[in-house]
């Protein structure tokens, strides 16, 4: 399950800001843009799909409680 996030893979916000005052033409480019769109996309996807491994994990750790209620029970 290994993929780490790079934060140093692009501008930072900062640095972007300042581009923007000192070069209006060159920070609002379409393609930093879009890669701001697509990099969105990505973490979302990446929230879903933690989000659907979470529940699954929730359920069989609820499913594994059960089991061990019903075995304590037993004995």
Do not use: W
Request: proline content about 3%; overall charge neutral; aromatic content about 2%.
């Amino acid at each position: 399950m290994g993929t780490t996030l790079d934060h140093h893979s692009g501008p930072q916000l900062g640095d972007s800001l300042q581009e923007r005052e000192v070069n209006p033409v060159n920070s609002g480019s379409k393609h930093s843009h879009s890669r701001l769109r697509e990099r969105e996309s990505e973490h979302r996807k990446r929230i879903k799909d933690l989000s659907g491994q979470l529940q699954r994990l929730e359920a069989q750790s609820d499913g594994y409680r059960l089991e061990i209620e019903k075995m304590a029970q037993i004995n």
